[in-house]
């Protein structure tokens, strides 16, 4: 029998079972303190994943690894995440999937209910749009843009693309969710966060929705 999330009682993937919900190693987590820990009652069954973007600049891989992890650690935001996939690709977890993230303000719900208490959310590290200056770009902060060629949405607006290694590695780790939590495997348990909130753009048009609908559902 596959051992169960303490809190959700569903099956927990092999790889996460020993370390109670962890999927990635020890020297990728970073405890968040903002969440709802296995037990409390406004934990409840995972029945959706939510895509974000951090929205934070360009920056060199150990720089933008080392603010991710402040950010993880509580230093700034009362805010969180289950994962963070770095511009690198690496993952970095914010805490065991029995655990809830502060990652979508609660006045903005879903379905009729509050989504942090049964979603996985899920970010990507990206600035994401861009303004055009000159021959050259800005981001949101009004800094020179200093990533790869940006990606061109229908409406001719430019963002930071999100790197065929995040891509990558978000098939992965959605894979490896479906895998674990069949109620994720149904349509529409794949969401954005502009989905529910429509004054955020996160996690923009540059990410491969249906491919990782796909990889959730284990049909990729």
């Known amino acids: 029998m596959p051992a169960t999330c303490p809190a959700c009682h569903q099956p ?3 790889a996460a079972t020993p370390d109670g919900g962890w999927l990635v190693p020890e020297s990728q987590r970073v405890l968040s303190p903002n ?5 409390h009652p406004r934990v409840k069954p995972l029945d959706l994943v939510v895509l974000h973007y951090t929205a934070s600049p360009w920056q060199e891989p150990a720089a933008e690894e080392a603010r991710v992890r402040r950010w993880l ?3 700034g935001r009362e805010s969180s995440t289950h994962f963070v996939i770095l511009r690198t690709g690496e993952v970095l977890q ?3 999937l029995a655990d809830r993230a502060w990652h979508v303000v609660d006045q903005f719900p879903h379905e009729g209910r509050p989504i942090n208490y049964r979603s996985v959310g899920i970010d990507f590290a990206s600035v ?3 303004t055009r200056k000159g021959e050259g770009f800005v981001d949101y902060y009004g800094s020179a843009y200093r990533g790869p060629a940006p990606f061109i949405d229908a409406k001719g607006r430019p963002w930071e693309p999100i790197t065929p290694v995040q891509v990558a590695a978000a ?3 959605l894979a490896q969710l479906g895998a674990a939590f069949p109620a994720l495997r149904a349509p529409g348990r794949l969401i954005h966060h502009s989905d529910v909130q429509s004054t955020r753009s996160d996690p923009g048009p540059a990410v491969p929705r249906a491919e990782l609908e796909a990889a959730l559902r284990g049909a990729a």
């Open 171 to 173: 098939k992965r780790l």
């Open 128 to 130: 994401g749009f861009l």
């Open 94 to 96: 914010g805490m065991p």
């Open 35 to 39: 969440r709802y820990a296995a037990g």
């Open 73 to 75: 650690r509580g230093e």
């Open 12 to 14: 927990l993937p092999e």
